[in-house]
């Protein structure tokens, strides 16, 4: 089974905090994608990777970036955490881009305040 | 350009009873379909997908969905529910030439008893 896990199950932070989120996938996925999860919202893709050291834009990259070193592991980082970024974070991976299922984290339920 | 919506926020059956989740979505080309479960507490878990072929997908825990393309649209259907299928329901499509999918804000599924 693919395993896809989070960092941490819960975080708490404090307002202009630099904030990592790591996430890592065994299964040898060449994508890798992180959202935010808010209710009513939906799940909205802040940034995915399609290869190591490559990274692209989601819907919602203000205030947040990313780093894929090695291929089993994708971090998001915000760089000065703000309250609007309290959320749920969910990392996700898949085999390739085309028609492929992605496999989620459990998520980690980010409170900054 | 791509989309997704889910127009019920909420949807209330009787266990027995069939239940129907809908989604409708808008591509410019074709579509990749995809049902996601959440169950309280955890990680996105994948469903079914459509991709080409026929028009009717099974999946997993005995939930099915029809692709319409006149009616651009892939409602996810079960036809008897039970109690253990309440959860949120998300519906996601990829356009074939997108780099990303889309999902639609979810839709809680409550079956009673």
């Known amino acids: 089974d693919v395993k896809v896990t989070q960092s941490s199950r819960y975080l708490v932070k404090r307002t202009g905090e630099k904030v990592f989120l790591e996430c890592v996938q065994d299964?040898?996925?060449?994508?890798m994608f992180w959202y935010r999860q808010d209710p009513g919202l939906g799940l909205r893709l802040i940034y995915f990777?399609?290869?190591?050291?490559?990274?692209e834009k989601g819907d919602i990259p203000e205030g947040y970036s990313v780093s894929r070193e090695k291929k089993e592991r994708f971090s998001l980082i915000l760089e000065s955490a703000s309250t609007n970024q309290t959320s749920m974070y969910l990392c996700?991976?898949?085999?390739?881009?085309?028609?492929?299922?992605?496999?989620f984290g459990p998520g980690t339920r980010l409170t900054v305040l | 350009a791509q989309s997704v919506a889910q127009p019920e926020d909420q949807v209330n059956v009787a266990e027995g009873n069939p239940l129907t989740v809908k989604c409708t979505y808008s591509?410019?080309?074709?579509?990749?379909l995809f049902w996601y479960v959440q169950y309280p507490n955890r990680g996105l878990q994948f469903l079914l997908k459509?991709?080409?072929?026929?028009?009717l997908v099974k999946g997993s825990y005995g939930f099915e969905a029809e692709f319409n393309k006149s009616q651009t649209s892939f409602h996810l259907k079960k036809p008897s529910a039970l109690v253990s299928d309440s959860a949120l329901y998300f519906c996601?499509?990829?356009?074939?030439?997108?780099?990303?999918?889309?999902f639609g804000d979810g839709t809680t599924l409550t079956v009673k008893p």
């Open positions: 459509y991709i080409t072929g026929d028009n």
């Open positions: 990777s399609y290869d190591v050291k490559m990274k």
């Open positions: 996700a991976s898949s085999f390739s881009t085309h028609a492929d299922t992605q496999y």
């Open positions: 996601a499509v990829r356009d074939t030439n997108a780099g990303k999918s889309t």
């Open positions: 299964m040898d996925h060449e994508n």
């Open positions: 591509v410019s080309g074709n579509p990749y």
